[in-house]
């Protein structure tokens, strides 16, 4: 369990820290947005772009196209994706006063997994009014249900007479993600070479397929979560002193389970369902924020947020243009960054984190 | 024949009608057997990029490589400028190709082969897209002659050889081709028949099937990863080793393209294929 703020080495309140750092990277955001738009292959530049428009010149087509229709949709969906991602992570952490815990532990990355794997391999076979009305989205649609259907199905096996046991919730997850990983198991026997190939590239995640339906589509739910997450802020402080306490202190503490299960849900579901399986967002940045800036959730989920998606954008820069003409899965560089930074800082601040 | 060379000629005409206006430059090739029947048509000097899966004729390794034929970027793709992209009937994802398409880029979309007809029409497909008429029917009447050829010896032989294709056996589990696949489509064109039956795609095979399934001729690619694998390993292997192949050391490899890439050179691979099946044939009944 990360350190309550009562540890001898950064006692104190440092919210103020919080806030100031919370300005920091909105900045931070808001210039790789501006990196994420004007940085591509192509060359395209958006301040000369904006420059001739304004000018009242006209702007090649190609140049629009690469801007509007492929540049913005991918930040955007980088944005809102990192976001869900590390604030999934840390709500789920909050949750279940684990540093472990990450959208994983309510089934949705099982769930959505099954879904994404019985759409790319049975996908074929599907009537052909659901093959003309999902078109290319049936992959996202079907990740986004099976996440959405095993959380559900969590939520009612470990919840009894009103009260939702975490410590069931954690044990009858791993018990259903090992029953969809069987059922995965049985499709990718099925499946040929072409769509086993899908399924690795799926599992390592893209924002590749960004494209305005798309964020039309999955958008709306993953701001919907985001914004509702800040109201979750001073349940899960509460919830960190023992759920008992929180009981007593006056907190509704079923009500905020309920809320945070499901805004994980949708989120990280949408998520997942737009950009396959990106790794190690939900679990670094929480953590990273909870070292700066202390565990209040009040400032750790906005912060966490902004962090998200700038990683996310940052990963995804690099992604794109590394191995340009081709692109790398950028589920791998998340993991190939994240995971050493992470280690260095656990090593440096050991005594911070006792987990 | 003629009926599926004019429906993917009407194909070409629908999908890239501003693909006869000029002739196509700057080609990037998307699939190993397109940038094959390129070269072939000696059209190799337009292509300025191609995927992974593109390996043959060597020097086509030289150019950038686009990634995986299903996992393409948009971006990077127009920045290469093509005038024209060429790829295999699954080149992906659709989103990719739409944007392509919608950025004024001409894709066409090579038909799948797996047989001589397939190989006919994608070769008419790539001739009529890179505005090569005399090229393409000359290369075409090339690789139907020795399609004809490998399909006369296939014929030509007794008995059709029980031939099993092995994709990779690591860890001494072995994956073989099953019904459907191209690496079928190859053996029965060599005048083989599968020895692998009752399973459908590239599956793992039981020790015990594949004892049962006695093949007379184990096939194999020679490429990376797996290309360890020898003689001294089949016959060591527990079921392999008590196979009619195994025992008469009848094991033969060749390149994963020219073998299952069903482009131009597949007559060729074919008559090879065949040449020892008719080794195999002679030497059962010698």
Redesign the interface.
């Known amino acids: 369990m990360v350190a309550l703020a009562d540890t001898p080495v950064m006692a104190g309140d440092r919210s103020q820290r919080a806030r100031r750092v919370a300005f920091g990277l909105a900045g931070l955001l808001g210039l790789t947005g501006l990196l994420s738009l004007s940085h591509g292959a192509s060359g395209v530049r958006l301040d000369l772009v904006l420059q001739s428009w304004l000018a009242g010149e006209d702007v090649p087509a190609r140049d629009w196209l690469i801007l509007w229709e492929i540049r913005l949709p991918r930040m955007l969906t980088g944005v809102l994706v990192g976001a869900s991602l590390a604030v999934g992570g840390a709500v789920m952490q909050g949750l279940f006063r684990n540093p472990l815990a990450d959208p994983g532990l309510v089934g949705v990355g099982a769930g959505a997994g099954l879904g994404a794997v019985l759409a790319i391999v049975l996908g074929g076979q599907a009537p052909a009014w659901v093959a003309a009305w999902l078109g290319w989205n049936m992959v996202p649609v079907a990740a986004f249900i099976g996440g959405w259907l095993s959380t559900m199905v969590l939520y009612r096996v470990s919840t009894r007479a009103g009260r939702t046991s975490t410590a069931t919730m954690l044990l009858a997850g791993i018990a259903l993600g090992a029953l969809a990983g069987a059922a995965t198991g049985i499709l990718v026997y099925i499946a040929d070479d072409r769509q086993l190939r899908d399924l690795t590239f799926w599992g390592l995640g893209s924002l590749g397929g960004a494209s305005w339906p798309k964020i039309a589509a999955a958008g709306p739910v993953m701001l919907l979560a985001l914004l509702a997450a800040p109201f979750l802020a001073r349940g899960l402080n509460g919830l960190s002193l023992g759920e008992a306490a929180a009981h007593h202190i006056g907190l509704p503490v079923q009500r905020v389970k309920h809320v945070a299960i499901l805004t994980v849900a949708a989120a990280t579901g949408a998520a997942v369902a737009v950009s396959g399986g990106i790794g190690f967002i939900g679990i670094v940045v929480p953590h990273l924020l909870r070292l700066a800036t202390g565990p209040d959730h009040r400032y750790l989920l906005v912060n966490a947020a902004l962090l998200g998606a700038t990683l996310l954008l940052l990963a995804d820069l690099i992604a794109r243009s590394i191995i340009a003409p081709a692109e790398l899965p950028i589920g791998i560089v998340t993991a190939v960054i994240g995971a050493p930074v992470f280690l260095w800082i656990l090593l440096r601040r050991r005594g911070l984190v006792d987990l | 024949m003629i009926r599926q060379i004019a429906a993917s000629l009407a194909a070409v005409v629908a999908l890239a009608p501003a693909a006869f206006a000029d002739t196509p430059s700057r080609v990037v090739a998307a699939g190993g057997s397109v940038a094959e029947i390129i070269h072939a048509l000696g059209a190799g000097d337009r292509l300025i990029?191609r995927d992974?899966t593109s390996s043959f004729p060597p020097e086509v390794e030289a150019l950038?490589?686009?990634?995986?034929v299903?996992?393409?970027?948009?971006?990077?793709?127009?920045?290469?400028d093509p005038d024209m992209i060429l790829a295999e009937h699954?080149a992906g994802?659709?989103?990719?190709l739409d944007?392509l398409q919608?950025?004024?880029i001409p894709l066409v979309m090579v038909p799948q082969a797996l047989d001589p007809d397939g190989v006919a029409a994608k070769i008419a497909t790539v001739a009529a897209a890179l505005d090569l008429p005399e090229a393409g029917a000359a290369l075409q009447a090339e690789v139907a002659a020795q399609l004809e050829a490998a399909r006369i010896a296939g014929d030509a032989l007794p008995t059709a050889p029980r031939v099993m294709f092995i994709l990779s056996m690591q860890g001494g589990r072995l994956l073989v081709g099953g019904e459907g696949t191209s690496a079928e489509a190859m053996i029965t064109l060599a005048g083989g028949s599968n020895a692998v039956t009752g399973l459908e795609?590239?599956?793992p095979l039981t020790d015990e099937a594949a004892i049962a399934a006695n093949p007379d001729l184990i096939l194999m690619m020679d490429r990376g990863g797996d290309h360890a694998v020898t003689l001294a390993d089949i016959t060591a292997h527990p079921a392999l080793g008590l196979t009619d192949a195994a025992l008469n050391r009848r094991v033969v490899t060749m390149d994963g393209l020219y073998l299952l890439g069903f482009g131009p050179r597949t007559g060729a691979a074919a008559l090879e294929l065949n040449s020892h099946l008719r080794l195999l044939v002679d030497e059962v009944k010698g």
């Open positions: 990029a992974t950038p490589d686009i990634g995986y299903r996992a393409l970027s948009a971006e990077n793709l127009i920045a290469m699954d994802p659709p989103e990719v944007m919608r950025s004024g795609g590239y599956k």
